[in-house]
T-cell receptor, first 111, second 115 residues
């Protein structure tokens, strides 16, 4: 059974701080990892993908992957109130073609 | 590109009625996914297609649900008969594989309310 786990939150951070979102997954052999942002009433929007161990930076976002620990995280620097949303972690395994999503972490950035 | 297109955006129906949701994937994408999202269960994969062929429908709740993809640019998800517990947001997503990496993009969703 492939599982993806996230802390449901809410995670509250003050404006300008670093928000750290974490995700663990249950099975090795995973290939691709994704972070989606979902505003209330909207569809998930892809913000980051990462495929190899280490860090990947894109603007204020940094994804970190550690396959040995089965752990992927998303850091948001200089958090803004507009970053307040639910962040979904998704994992795609080497075998099969389906994506498995975590339950999401609700982030609240306080002005 | 217009992105993934879904219709209708909102649907209100009565229990027992047939509901058909439609999806047009992004041109050139060869995989299509149907998801259901509720507060209680989160985002659940119902079925996905690759090159128009259903690959895994293990997430389809029961026989009342069926999905088709007659060609690369169109898919339907049908619920017959509908029940109040089917009320949810239904998302369609499509993906493509580029140099071994695959990225999935979501449509705006269909909000279904079954009374």
């Amino acid at each position: 059974q492939k599982e993806v786990e996230q802390n449901s939150g809410p995670l509250s951070v003050p404006e300008g701080a670093i928000a750290s979102l974490n995700c663990t997954y249950s099975d090795r052999g995973s290939q691709s990892f994704f972070w989606y942002r979902q505003y209330s009433g909207k569809s998930p929007e892809l913000i980051m993908s990462i495929y190899s161990n280490g860090d990947k930076e894109d603007g204020r976002f940094t994804a970190q992957l550690n396959k040995a620990s089965q752990y992927v995280s998303l850091l948001i620097r200089d958090s803004q109130p507009s970053d307040s949303a639910t962040y979904l972690c998704a994992v795609k395994w080497n075998y099969g073609q389906n994506f498995v999503f975590g339950p999401g972490t609700r982030l609240s950035v306080l002005p | 590109d217009a992105g993934v297109i879904q219709s209708p955006r909102h649907e209100v129906t009565e229990m027992g009625q047939e509901v058909t949701l439609r999806c047009k994937p992004i041109s050139g994408h060869n995989s299509l996914f149907w998801y259901r999202q509720t507060m209680m269960r989160g985002l659940e994969l119902l079925i996905y297609f690759n090159n128009n062929v259903p690959i895994d429908d293990s997430g389809m709740p029961e026989d009342r649900f069926s999905a088709k993809m007659p060609n690369a640019s169109f898919s339907t998800l049908k619920i017959q008969p509908s029940e109040p517990r089917d009320s949810a947001v239904y998302f369609c997503a499509s993906s493509f594989r580029d140099r071994g990496q695959e990225t999935q993009y979501f449509g705006p969703g269909t909000r279904l309310l079954v009374l």
